[in-house]
């Protein structure tokens, strides 16, 4: 069984969607963990921006709609991308986006996700940029 779906609007790259963040480490009881200075202590971890955030809601959106119903694959999946860019990124960095909200939609872990890129432009208009993905599962 495969489905499509298009996820419209310049990608946003996995090198400007995840950013620096500072999280108070916690013990087993969920109480703030103190350094020997008595103040809490902190973990460096990273996050998606709030446009990568937004870029992969839009793309769990749009395969929501477009998921056939009940659709629950017994195997690998194979996830193709064509891209079609204003500024030309590196593919790999915005499939995990996108992954992420086929996910998010239909419940299947992208682990089992196998993604290529199946063809590229960029230099195009605002109102052509977009990434179009084929979804196929291989237990079909």
Known sequence: MSWEFTVEGQPVSWNKGYHIVRIQRTGQRGRLRLGADGQPVDVRSIAKTDDAKAYTDLAAWRAKEA???????????????RFFLGTNIDC?????????????????????YLPRAMSKEWGLRPDQRKVIVSVLDTSA
Request: hydrophobic content about 40%; charged content about 20%; overall charge negative.
């Open 67 to 81: 998921a056939p119903k009940g659709w629950n694959p017994d195997g690998l999946v194979v996830v193709e991308y």
């Open 92 to 112: 790999d960095n915005v499939m995990k986006f996108i992954n992420d909200g086929i996910q998010a939609a239909t419940g299947v872990n992208d682990k089992w």
